[in-house]
């Protein structure tokens, strides 16, 4: 079954509650899983369907580690990590575009850039290397090269977000984890350590995992948690070339 019942969930206890059925909240409860913790796991998401925010409207690229400072917790799972998602879709037939990442400065002045960038994803681990003019004009013909030279990333590659999350949500619910979508409203009962869903049902947990995104300071009110901070939202805007686009890059 997709969905659990409601009288499948009155008064259920679990493990682990995690709130947000996006990326993180679904590859906590794999974790949970492949180190033998629990699967006495539920997931609520106030969606009807999973995926309907950041996790799923993303660009979905693996990035190679470049841009990360040096021994910071991002450069140090970055490679490792694309490597292994990478792995992992490939045991299960998922599609991979392995386009790899040109990298060049808009403006002739902004290739000094180039350096601090190289240095950064060599001492990350990243495949890099520089390109000249005539390399850069192969890979991608309509590219505006402004300083001679460019940085080729050909680990970069790109995935379809949503396949991740789907493919996440069989297997979890497979292994027993429970997943409860279109829940919009819930309490919290702090002297049972229980929250009472919007249909009346109680769930008991151990221990509660909020990962709902840019809704994470809300969850943490509840919880009386972090009352003085909010979330500020921003987004990354990326394009979709058109068909009759001038640019033919090969995907």
């Known amino acids: ?14 493990d682990y509650l995690i709130i947000g059925g996006g990326i993180v909240g679904l590859s906590i409860a794999n974790q949970l899983l492949q180190r033998k913790i629990t699967n006495k796991i539920i997931i ?20 190679a580690g470049i841009y ?17 998602l990478k792995e992992w879709m490939s045991e299960r037939g998922l599609k991979i575009n392995k386009c790899g990442k040109l990298i060049i400065p808009q403006k002739k002045e902004l290739d000094p850039q180039l350096d601090n960038l190289f240095n950064r994803g060599k001492k990350n681990g990243a495949l890099i290397d520089f390109v000249n003019a005539k ?44 997943i409860v979508r279109n829940v919009k409203n819930w309490t919290f ?11 009346n049902i109680q769930i008991n947990f151990g221990y509660v995992i909020n990962s709902a995104g840019l809704y994470a300071d809300q969850v943490a009110h509840k919880f009386d948690v972090g009352k003085d901070y909010k979330i500020i939202p921003f987004k990354g805007i990326y394009w ?8 033919k890059i090969d995907v």
């Open 68 to 84: 990360y400072e040096p021994g910071s917790l991002k450069a140090k799972v970055c490679v490792s990590g694309a490597n292994r």
């Open 44 to 63: 609520i998401d106030k969606e009807p369907e999973l995926g309907l925010h950041s996790s799923g409207r993303n660009s979905g690229v693996l990035h």
């Open 189 to 199: 009962n702090r002297n049972l350590s229980s929250i009472n869903l919007d249909q």
């Open 240 to 247: 979709k070339l058109r068909n009759n686009s001038p640019f």
């Open 1 to 14: 079954m997709n969905r659990f019942s409601v009288k499948k969930l009155e008064n259920k206890n679990c």
């Open 135 to 178: 390399e850069i004009e192969k890979i991608v013909p309509e590219a505006n090269i402004t300083s001679g030279r460019g940085i080729w990333s050909p680990n970069t590659s790109v995935v379809n977000p949503l396949d991740v999350i789907n493919q996440l949500k069989k297997e979890l619910e497979e292994a027993g984890v429970k």
